[in-house]
């Protein structure tokens, strides 16, 4: 798996760097933090922003997945998960 690198953009760092946590989880690594100023009139005006670069590993889950599979996991050892869905050796029966 190779990492993929995305570009997040902000008017503050802190903002920025809790959208990368809450999306990619702690396992980003930054790779670059720029402070950008674009517009204005001869240096006046001018907006500030911040530009951070990470880099993700691809194929890993993001932690907010609410796939509800949990590793380990038996289908029909949970009120509400229906038994049908068990494979042979997970607690299905064969007839």
Known sequence: ???TR?????????TVL???????G???RIVAADK???GGFA????????EVTVEVETGLAAPDDDSGD?????PGDVPGDPPG???PGEGATTS
């Open 70 to 74: 949990v590793p380990g996991d038996v």
């Open 6 to 14: 995305l570009l997040f953009e902000g008017p503050d760092v802190a």
């Open 43 to 50: 240096g006046f005006f001018a907006k500030e922003r911040y």
């Open 85 to 87: 869905d068990a494979g």
């Open 36 to 38: 950008v100023r674009s």
């Open 1 to 3: 798996m190779s990492p």
């Open 18 to 24: 809790a959208r990368v946590r809450a999306e990619h």
């Open 26 to 28: 702690t396992g980003a």
